[in-house]
């Protein structure tokens, strides 16, 4: 079970590879899981909303290299010639779904 679709998630978004698709499909089915244990009684379009900021914020920017700043990162700095990276987290760790303050607020459970 799912909230949203694949063409949900790519709509507005970007177009997404066959194997993302398939990605997209999975990474779906388990936002609903997580979205149903903060939020079962939300409105529908609501965990339509939140099941593809997820579900995007995993997928990224489709370039399948190295990003400057991991996925979830909410502040980050890099140097060049020293040799330094500093990154702070907002939400969960990289590569897992997570819920943000506001995705939580959406579906009434957050402050």
Known sequence: MSYASVE?????FRALSPQEESLCQALLEEAAVLIDAWGAGAEEDRKKLVSCRMVRRQ??????GVSLF???????SASA?????TFSMSGGSV?????SKLEKQL???GN
């Open 81 to 85: 010639l020293g040799y330094s990276q």
């Open 59 to 64: 997928l990224g920017d489709g370039e399948g």
């Open 70 to 76: 991991p996925t979830g990162a909410s502040q980050g």
């Open 8 to 12: 949900e998630v790519a709509k507005g």
């Open 95 to 99: 590569g897992e779904l997570y819920l």
């Open 107 to 109: 579906l009434g459970a």
